[in-house]
């Protein structure tokens, strides 16, 4: 059964930098896709990020792109997100997730997904 185990997140200054990392054991890493999702307090959940299980594919919400990249290794099964130029609007909780079907394509939707990490926390302070 696949896990995933996320690590980083923090309180950062806003203009600061974070890196997220999401582990992921069991099952076959390198086939399914990632993603990266976000979720403010009071606000639905929030596309982040997403990479194809090649990695030759990304895809990146409007609000992140060009601040945010998402990368992995699937020699090491991580998923990485880094975060650069973080502002207060960044704010939430962070939560990696697996592509339920193992196409080599990207996908925002949070129904593509059908395992999730167990979320960290980022805050930026203005």
């Known amino acids: 059964q696949v896990q995933l185990v996320q690590s980083g997140g923090g309180l950062v200054q806003a203009g600061a930098s974070l890196r997220l990392a999401c582990a992921a054991s069991?099952?076959?890493?390198?086939?399914?896709?990632m993603g990266w999702f976000r979720q403010a307090p009071g606000k639905e959940p929030e596309f982040v990020a997403a990479?194809?299980?090649?990695?030759?594919?990304?895809y990146y919400a409007d609000s992140v792109k060009g601040r945010f990249t998402i990368s992995r290794d699937n020699a090491k099964n991580t998923v990485n997100l880094q975060m650069n130029s973080l502002k207060p609007e960044d704010t939430a909780v962070y939560y990696c997730?697996?592509?339920?079907?193992?196409?080599?394509?990207?996908?925002?939707?949070?129904?593509?997904?059908?395992?999730w990490g167990q979320g960290t926390q980022v805050t930026v302070s203005s």
């Open positions: 069991g099952g076959t890493f390198s086939a399914y896709g």
């Open positions: 997730a697996r592509r339920r079907i193992n196409y080599n394509t990207v996908t925002s939707l949070a129904s593509d997904y059908d395992v």
């Open positions: 990479i194809s299980w090649s990695g030759s594919s990304t």
